[in-house]
């Protein structure tokens, strides 16, 4: 089943919402329920089967060796998406 069409997303989010269409990729200026964590979003859209993925962009995130303190961010900003 494919996922929404490149038009799909920009009648979405607005056509003066969306900064810049490059090939596969559109640069929205928010996502529908945005992260504090995140001021860029890019949304790429194959034409061959629609939405494929959407990236969030931010600075980044010290941790020690392990990586645990960016898996636990990781988790909290999931939970805070799926909270909204």
């Known amino acids: 089943m494919p996922g929404m069409t490149r038009e799909e997303i920009v009648d979405a989010v ?3 919402n969306v900064i810049e269409r490059k ?3 559109l640069l929205p200026k928010s996502a529908p329920n945005p992260s504090d964590e995140f001021p ?4 790429l859209v194959p ?4 939405l494929a993925k959407v ?12 990586g ?3 898996a636990r961010r990781k988790c909290q900003i999931q939970r805070s998406a ?3």
């Open 47 to 50: 034409d061959s089967g629609g």
């Open 82 to 84: 799926h909270s909204r």
């Open 68 to 70: 645990a303190f960016r």
């Open 14 to 16: 607005g056509d003066r």
């Open 55 to 66: 990236a969030g962009l931010g600075p980044i995130i010290e941790c020690g060796g392990t």
């Open 23 to 25: 090939g596969d990729v």
């Open 40 to 43: 860029v979003y890019l949304v």
